[in-house]
């Protein structure tokens, strides 16, 4: 979907959402028709690889958020094709970008911003995790594509046969993309329908739900998609033992 559909189902209400350099920055109006607020829009589209430059502007549009307006939410549209993968962004430390992109969200959480992501096309690997999974909870709509890394390149890496990863991915969501695998194993916390006016409530309702803290794992058990996450936590922090089932 392109971002301006997107933006228009999203917000009727209005908004300045701008475009540079396949960055997506401004703001827009949500409410129930009963009040309306205005919420920070921060993300990406174009399939936009995240190399220095993106990492940093995103980051100091959430910086100019928390300075500017204390406590307003924040949208985080994304269509990633993951890390930028040049000579170029690895000498200049792509890796410190993003995660001083991380810390400014976590930085703004902090600071009360309750933020939330969406993932509207695609979001894959790094590009993916210091956005969408830093968000308080990230949605997706049905046709989105989602995976931290393809098949292919997890054969290359585990040394396990693509044939035998394909076959895993069946039935087991770790191994599988898709918004579906990511909904059972927690990452994402829920579809968005897009039928008319679906959206703009949905978003509504998310910004209405409170904040919990970090609960995905506890989903994924509870969805059957992560078995293990979750009690392994318990017993860390219960400071017990865990044995291999």
């Known amino acids: 979907m392109q971002w301006q559909t997107l933006a228009t189902a999203l917000f009727p209400l209005g908004h300045t959402i701008t475009e540079r350099d ?25 399939h936009a690889p995240i190399g220095v430059e993106i990492a940093l502007a995103q980051a100091t549009a959430i910086l100019d958020t928390v300075r500017e307006h204390p406590g307003r939410a924040i949208l985080i549209l994304v269509d990633t094709q993951g890390q930028r993968l040049r000579h170029r962004d690895e000498m200049l430390g792509i890796n410190s970008y993003m995660a001083h992109l991380g810390k400014c969200v ?9 933020i939330l992501a969406l ?26 594509t989602i995976r931290v890394m393809g098949l292919p390149a997890m054969a290359r890496i585990t040394k396990v046969p693509e044939e035998l990863l394909t076959e895993l991915a069946k039935s087991n969501p770790v ?15 829920a579809i968005w329908e897009q039928a008319d006016g679906a959206l ?30 979750q009690p392994v936590i318990a017993a860390v922090v219960a400071g017990g033992h865990v044995l291999a089932a």
């Open 22 to 46: 396949d960055f997506l920055s401004g703001e827009a109006q949500v409410g129930d028709g009963v009040a309306a607020d205005t919420i920070a829009i921060i993300g990406t589209t174009g």
């Open 106 to 114: 976590e930085l703004a959480r902090r600071r009360g911003h309750k």
């Open 200 to 229: 703009a409530a949905q978003l509504v309702d998310a910004l209405k739900e409170p904040t919990a803290g970090d609960d995905r794992s506890a989903l994924g058990l509870a969805r059957g998609g992560r078995l293990l996450a």
């Open 119 to 144: 993932v509207y096309d695609q979001a894959l690997s790094g590009g993916f995790i210091t956005s969408g999974l830093m968000a308080d909870a990230c949605y997706a709509l049905p046709d989105a």
């Open 175 to 189: 191994f599988a993309p898709g918004p579906e695998n990511y909904l059972r194993m927690g990452g994402v916390r």
